[in-house]
Nanobody, 116 residues
Framework: QVQLVESGGGLVQAGGSLRLSCVAS????????MGWYRQTPGKQRELVAT???????NYAASVKGRFTISRDNAKNTVNLQMNSLKPEDTAVYYC??????????WGQGTQVTVSS
C-alpha cells in the first residue's frame, strides 16, 4: 500500500501562485508515475500533470505553460507549482501514484480556490 498526503491548497487571487506538495509513504518502491488531477462538482476528475519515474512530463493543455510538476524521489514527493492562476483552476486537487503493477493510489485532496 501507498499513502499520499497533499498540502498547499488555499485561496488566491487570479494571477497569483500556489504550490502543492504530496508526500508518499508506505511501499514507495512500488511507485512508477506520480501526478496531479483535479475535480469540480458535477464533473469527472481530470488530469492536470503527470511525471513518470523516467521520461517526459505530461500536462493538460489548459495548464501548459502555467503549471510545473516536479518530483524528488529521495524525499518521495511530487510538487505542482501553479502560476498565473485563473478562476477556472478552482477545484479539489488530488495527488496520484501509479504503481508498476497498475494499481492507482489517491490522496485525500486539497482545495484550490482562485478568486476573480
Amino acid at each position: 500500500q501507498v499513502q499520499l498526503v497533499e498540502s498547499g491548497g488555499g485561496l488566491v487571487q487570479a494571477g497569483g501562485s500556489l504550490r502543492l506538495s504530496c508526500v508518499a509513504s508506505g511501499r514507495v518502491s512500488d511507485i512508477n508515475s506520480m501526478g496531479w488531477y483535479r475535480q469540480t462538482p458535477g464533473k469527472q476528475r481530470e488530469l492536470v500533470a503527470t511525471i513518470p519515474s523516467a521520461g517526459r512530463t505530461n500536462y493538460a493543455a489548459s495548464v501548459k505553460g502555467r503549471f510545473t510538476i516536479s518530483r524528488d524521489n529521495a524525499k518521495n514527493t511530487v510538487n505542482l507549482q501553479m502560476n498565473s492562476l485563473k478562476p477556472e483552476d478552482t477545484a479539489v486537487y488530488y495527488c496520484n501514484a501509479q504503481s508498476w503493477f497498475a494499481v492507482s493510489y489517491w490522496g485525500q485532496g486539497t482545495q484550490v480556490t482562485v478568486s476573480s
